[in-house]
């Protein structure tokens, strides 16, 4: 699992993104994913991933399996901004 450093172009907090094993999309990781829950709205952005982290899917492919189309939407359009400010920026391949 590769993982990238971004910056966010509004606010300029760091953030980890990294590419989804099974749709590719790219998303911004979360403390929640330490815990491996899906990203709420109040998650704080992960500063720093373990050495052993591992993530093969992301929110959206998860929650779409888990919990069906509605919750998946929500958290594919949540996964891809800063957990900061909540711009939708990151995920398109800025650093």
Known sequence: MEIKKQTCPECGTTNLVTQCGSCGRPFVLSEAHLEGNSRQFGDAPLEEA??????????????????????????????????????????????
């Open 50 to 95: 373990p050495d052993n982290f591992s993530l093969q899917h992301c929110d959206y492919c998860r929650l779409r399996e888990e919990s069906g189309m509605i919750e998946a939407m929500s958290a594919g359009r949540r996964q891809r901004t800063c957990p900061v400010c909540h711009t939708e920026r990151l995920s398109g391949g800025q650093s």
